[in-house]
DNA sequence: GTCTATACTACGATAGAC
DNA sequence: GTCTATCGTAGTATAGAC
């Protein structure tokens, strides 16, 4: 399976150093092959990057599938399942951002994020699309708010779910620590699902002034 | 003034394309100079990189030095004026998150959160240590939560600030738009702001319950 | 201080043997 | 399918003219 094993090799390399940091012959001999080997899968570097782009998306996709898939049944009005809900996603990303074995995955998508390329409409279209939009389909059932204002609090909810990855040196340096043991990952994992919870009641109750009177 | 103009482009190359992406031919051209200028003014590459992480961060220190100065004057039992200093550091921090003039210094940052080098060092002591540890401090006076939790919460207060720039692609896309507009960015500031507050008022809630009996 | 020349290494792509 | 060999084109570094 020379390709699978290139595969593999390609996703860490490129989330590590970026598709112009990545050399095809570190990849190629990382995976016990030959360089030529990538131009005959992938047709080149170029190619291999959209496949990881494709597998990164799928993974996340299938990893992410048994939460999200329920979502689409919850009722308009069913705003306590609703929450339950997006704190268990949030509670499974959160433990995602702490493991260090798909620090990859992260990093290859954060830098698409910020700098899209041909591999962001893949993985947008493969799996952020999908989860985006269930979050902030929650989100409004959840709390009442706008659609432009689900999203963005999306977005602010994913960002402290991510913060564990986008602020990893300094967090640690901060905590005294060198890697995220089991005890930090429960402590941020609860303090996360507690700012969830906080952050959906005060958006509720901006929604529902009534509610509160 | 080659070697401050070299400094400029590099900024915004490295801050691009990563310290292996970016070319000091390039560079070097882009600042209408010869690429041995930056042999001759930071001893290859790598000092430039190094020398482009000390501006960052000596940048970033005077953009939020008017916010975070202050900060050390609050006395340790009054809750309300570190709310307000929080309120007032995010609502900076979230200007610039949607302000693609800066958007160079976050990506070089946010690269090496992920992946430090030595360049990480230069930012974190000129800055990132300075203000995480501020913010870490008012979260502590605004809410009773003890010092680790504190800089959980700091961390992720700051990851739902760079939500922006980290989920950008997506949140555009969520939206409907290609860039951030003047009226986008005040609804992601109002949404923040609201989101801070939320989570200082859960967080105090949780350690001071006594006040809410 | 700044440039031009050049040296050397590493890159990705490709052709052809097996 | 997979490898070796090679080509052309980047890359950084350096020496030396001005």
Known sequence: MTPNRLLDVAIAAFGYHGLEGASTRQI??????AMSAITYHYGGKEGLYLAAADR??????????????????IAPGDCLAARAKLQAIFRLLSEKMTDDGTADHSRFILREQMNPTAAFDRIYDGFLEHIFGTLATLV?????????TAAIVTSALVGQAMSPRSSKASLLRQLGL??????????????????????????AANNRPKDLS
Chains 1, 2 share one sequence.
Request: glycine share 8%.
């Open 140 to 148: 409004v059932i959840a709390t009442g708010a706008d659609r432009r």
């Open 178 to 203: 060198r890697h995220y043991d089991a005890e930090i990952r429960a402590a941020i994992q609860s303090c996360l699902a507690a700012n969830v919870d906080a952050m959906l009641d005060g958006l």
């Open 28 to 33: 190629a001999g990382a995976a016990d092959s």
């Open 56 to 73: 990164i998306a799928e993974t996340l996709a299938e990893g992410m599938a048994v939460h999200v898939d329920g979502a689409d049944t």
